[in-house]
């Protein structure tokens, strides 16, 4: 158990629908990181936010967004839903805003989005 | 910019084989850090290794071992005596320069079989 939790962890929905996919780091971790996962593109980069702001942006379309509350969890929310939105939607978090500079990033165990 | 690549997209051992998983990195920074995550077929990363550029001496865990080489951008990674819960995806990823996000190679499924 890494410790980073994710909910939920399967969503089925149509095509022009939107969803909010939420994560809770680790205690005590103040970065949260947002990577997709799909059969074609791999694992993609999207967002980092650190104690509520955004830091770093990957290949994130213009129809996601996300943010990072007071509590430190985080939402990502994606709207106006296409096939290819369907994937495994992971975050990870780490203490530092340069997680990957001071130690591992811990994942959490994905949310797998269908859209139908 | 920072790239990893992993050539090899399926392998498929006998249980007890030794086996090598390769990746290639890309960067022109002098500090980065090297990781290796594996991804069974629950769906979850889980963290394996992390590396950073100034360390180049080889390491091991039990039947893992990771052999890094500066020299050919190599990190690359040896399970020896594999066993059928050694199958999974395993991805090598980078860190490096002014990023701030891992960069992860395509992934390597892994398959042993009994």
């Known amino acids: 158990d890494s410790g980073v939790t994710q909910t939920p962890k399967h969503l089925i929905t149509a095509t022009g629908q939107r969803v909010t996919l939420r994560c809770s780091p680790r205690?005590?971790?103040?970065?949260v990181y947002w990577y997709q996962q799909s059969l074609d593109q791999g694992l993609q980069f999207l967002i980092q936010?650190?104690?509520?702001?955004?830091?770093a942006k990957g290949n994130i379309l213009e129809r996601f967004s996300a943010q990072q509350f007071p509590d430190l969890h985080s939402e990502l929310n994606l709207s106006s839903l296409e096939l290819g939105d369907s994937a495994l939607y992971f975050c990870?978090?780490?203490?530092?805003?340069?997680?990957?500079?001071?130690?591992?990033?811990?994942f959490g165990e994905g949310s797998r989005l269908t859209v139908l | 910019a920072q790239k990893v690549t992993q050539a090899q997209t399926e392998i498929s051992v006998v249980e007890k084989e030794d086996v090598t998983l390769d990746c290639v990195y890309e960067?022109?920074?002098?500090?980065?850090?090297l990781f290796w995550y594996k991804q069974p077929p629950s769906g979850e990363l889980v963290f394996l290794i992390r590396?950073?550029?100034?360390?180049?001496q080889n390491e091991i865990s039990g039947r893992y071992s990771w052999n890094f080489q500066k020299s050919t951008s190599s990190f690359n990674f040896t399970i020896t005596a594999s066993q059928v819960v050694d199958s999974a995806v395993y991805f090598c990823?980078?860190?490096?320069?002014?990023?701030?996000?891992?960069?992860f190679g395509s992934g390597t499924q892994l398959t042993v079989l009994p």
């Open positions: 990870a978090s780490s203490v530092s805003d340069r997680g990957g500079y001071t130690g591992e990033l811990f």
């Open positions: 205690s005590g971790d103040l970065s």
């Open positions: 936010y650190y104690n509520g702001e955004e830091r």
């Open positions: 960067t022109r920074d002098t500090t980065y850090y």
């Open positions: 590396r950073n550029s100034f360390d180049e």
């Open positions: 990823a980078l860190v490096s320069g002014s990023a701030r996000q891992l960069t």
